[in-house]
Every structure is written in structure tokens, then in C-alpha cells.
């Protein structure tokens, strides 16, 4: 168990929908960072939040967008979802050392 | 785009035997990390190592960095059917942004 929590795990939904997945992060860590894994694309880098705020942006869409909040819970949200956004989103949590911690992801699929 | 790129894509062995993949990358790094991860499940962290080190242990891990060849390689020794998983490297392009690349597929046979 790394700490870091996601919900929801699996999500179904259809195109033009919008969800929120939601992160947790380790107790004490201060940056959160979201992943997209795909099969053709890989692992990406979407953004990284420290401490409330945005710290890097990756490939991340412009219909997404992704907050943390003060309690340092980070939000994903994602709009006009198309079928090509199903795939496994993953949120880390991190402290100065560098190393990432990884929830067990939502599993998005858009029909 | 991806930073680090592993080779091979897949590797099948026997248990007790080793396991050696390769990730190449781009641009210099401060630091190189692998990550390990089952099918459908987080990647967990194995070893960091930074760019002035060129070998790190971590028990049946040796991870190697050679920066003026811009390549890491990961041996994992005696291998068990639970190391089945795939690993992935993973580079910081930047102080805040960790880029990983396409993963080894290993696979144990008992």
C-alpha cells in the first residue's frame, strides 16, 4: 500500500460526459502529480501541483483540468470525454527525495 | 513525447536466472529512477540513482548510469515469478516533471 488514494477506480461513461477522479496523497507529502497510461501512448505526464499550486504541465488537454486543494487533495476533471481518453489515470504523490508513490489509478473507458 | 526509452520491450526467462534491460535517454538528467509495475496496477518505486553515481544496489537490484552515454541498466538477479511485472525508467527532465518510458515486459517462467 503506497498511501496514496484514488477513487473511483473503475468508471464507465460515454463521449460528451465529464467525471472527476479524485487523489489522496501520502500524509505529509506536498506535490501530486497525474499520469495518463494508455497501450499506444505509454505513460504521460499531465501536470504536478506543490502545495496548491500548478508546478509543471505536461500533455495534458485543454478539456482537462486538475486542481489541489488546501488539504492537499488534488482533483482531475475530465470534459467532452472522446473514446481515445479511455485508459488508466494514475496520481503520485511525492516528498523532496524525489521518488514518486502510485495509487492504484481509475480506470477510465468511454463508450 | 518520452524521455527514456527501454529495451528490450520484452524478455521471457527462466526463474533463478537474470534479467538485464537497458533505458536509453535524451537530454541530461539530475537523476535516473525504475519503477516496477504489475498488469492493471500502480508502479512501485525500486531505486533511484543520481547522475554523479554509476552503480546502486537495492538486495537483488544493480542498477548502473552511465551519463556520457546517456544509458541505465537494470539487473535483476535470481529472478522469482513474482518479479513477472513490467519496468519502466524514468528520467527528470526538469526539477518537477518525471518522464518514463515505454517499459520491459518480463516474464518469469517457473
Known amino acids: 500500500d503506497s498511501g496514496v488514494t484514488q477513487t473511483p477506480k473503475h468508471l464507465i461513461t460515454a463521449t460528451g460526459q465529464r467525471v472527476t477522479l479524485r487523489c489522496s496523497p501520502r500524509?505529509?507529502?506536498?506535490?501530486v502529480y497525474w499520469y495518463q497510461q494508455s497501450l499506444d501512448q505509454g505513460l504521460q505526464f499531465l501536470i504536478q501541483?506543490?502545495?496548491?499550486?500548478?508546478?509543471a504541465k505536461g500533455n495534458i488537454l485543454e478539456r482537462f483540468s486538475a486542481q489541489q486543494f488546501p488539504d492537499l487533495h488534488s482533483e482531475l476533471n475530465l470534459s467532452s470525454l472522446e473514446l481515445g481518453d479511455s485508459a488508466l489515470y494514475f496520481c503520485a504523490s511525492s516528498t523532496y527525495t524525489g521518488e514518486l508513490f502510485f495509487g492504484e489509478g481509475s480506470r477510465l473507458t468511454v463508450l | 513525447s518520452q524521455q527514456g526509452e527501454e529495451d528490450p520491450q520484452a524478455l521471457s526467462i527462466q526463474e533463478g536466472e537474470n534479467a538485464t534491460m537497458n533505458c536509453s535517454y535524451k537530454t541530461s538528467i539530475n537523476n535516473l529512477q525504475w519503477y516496477r509495475q504489475n498488469s492493471g496496477r500502480g508502479l512501485v518505486h525500486l531505486i533511484l540513482i543520481r547522475s554523479n553515481e554509476r552503480e546502486k544496489h537495492s538486495g537483488r537490484l544493480r542498477v548502473t548510469l552511465d551519463t556520457s552515454k546517456k544509458s541505465s541498466s537494470l539487473l535483476i538477479t535470481a529472478s522469482r515469478a513474482a518479479d513477472t511485472a513490467s519496468y519502466f525508467c524514468a528520467t527528470d527532465e526538469n526539477d518537477y516533471k518525471l518522464s518514463f518510458g515505454a517499459g520491459t515486459t518480463v516474464t518469469v517462467r517457473a
Open positions: 500524509s505529509g507529502d506536498l506535490s
Open positions: 501541483y506543490y502545495n496548491g499550486e500548478e508546478r
